[in-house]
């Protein structure tokens, strides 16, 4: 580790004195080492960050590799902070530089409205596409009521499906996102069923299995679809084209 990254360190470290602000996350004399650094991108109505800089043996003759990560946001949006990052530490002269990223990017209003844009990007592609996801029930009592609902709300959404009915009851949706997001959402609010007294009840206990883009077979409607063993499952997933999904499910149905 070279004088000028020790040095450097010594002064993040009291620059980002709050806590969970700043720490040395590796220090090796081979590697380099790494800082872990928590900001936000374009001031104090930005975004939430966690800033990782490798400053490498040779820094800061060479600029740090950065990783951007963010429960807040998606892996787009950090990719895009992380080559923005990249472009400014390229541009500086060789010496010292993380605060100065660090600054460079708390007070980027232009880097948050680039966010936000490619946020919008994002969320019109995924309405563009077309998802499926799989969903498990724990049970239907009152099966000719639950179907009725789940039959409407598809065609309010605009989706199609499956409703699998045996040991385990799988529906199957496909359609654009938001659409299926709301499906779930009516499914965990509204009363569907009926419980073992025979009032009606919430689904609690849904679960979703998988939710993907889709560019492989599309359903059409919504049926309903009774089978007796695991060998028929399989060929209902078969008769649709979704074998991969179903191998990607199976450890769930197996629980």
């Not at 400053?55 to 895009?80: A, E, K, M």
């Not at 889709?214 to 997933?237: C, D, H, I, M, P």
């Amino acid at each position: 580790m070279s004088e000028a990254a020790a040095e450097e360190v010594s002064v993040l470290s009291s620059i980002y004195c709050g806590e969970g602000e700043f720490r040395l996350v590796q220090q090796a004399g081979n590697d380099g080492l790494v800082v872990q650094i928590n900001s936000t991108v374009g001031g104090e109505t930005g975004l939430d960050v966690s800033l990782l800089f490798h400053l490498h043996p040779r820094y800061p003759s060479c600029p740090p590799d950065i990783s951007v990560s963010s429960t807040g946001l998606s892996r787009s949006l950090c990719h895009h902070i992380r080559q923005k990052l990249l472009d400014q530490a390229a541009a500086l002269a060789p010496e010292p530089m993380v605060h100065q990223l660090v600054e460079w990017l708390q007070q980027c209003e232009e880097l948050t409205e680039d966010c936000r844009g490619v946020e919008e990007e994002v969320k019109e592609r995924e309405e563009e596409e077309e998802w499926t996801a799989v969903l498990s029930l724990d049970h239907i009592r009152s099966l000719k009521r639950y179907v009725s609902l789940l039959e409407r709300w598809t065609q309010q959404l605009q989706l199609t499906g499956r409703l699998l009915l045996g040991r385990s009851i799988l529906i199957i949706l496909q359609g654009a996102r938001p659409s299926i997001k709301e499906f779930c959402r009516l499914l965990k609010t509204a009363k569907v069923d009926v419980d073992s007294s025979g009032r009606k009840c919430k689904e609690r206990m849904m679960k979703v299995l998988i939710e993907t883009p889709w560019s492989g077979r599309s359903l059409q409607g919504f049926v309903v679809k009774n089978y007796q063993s695991s060998t028929e499952l399989t060929a209902a997933f078969e008769d649709i084209s979704m074998m991969e999904l179903y191998q990607q499910i199976l450890p769930s149905l197996s629980d």
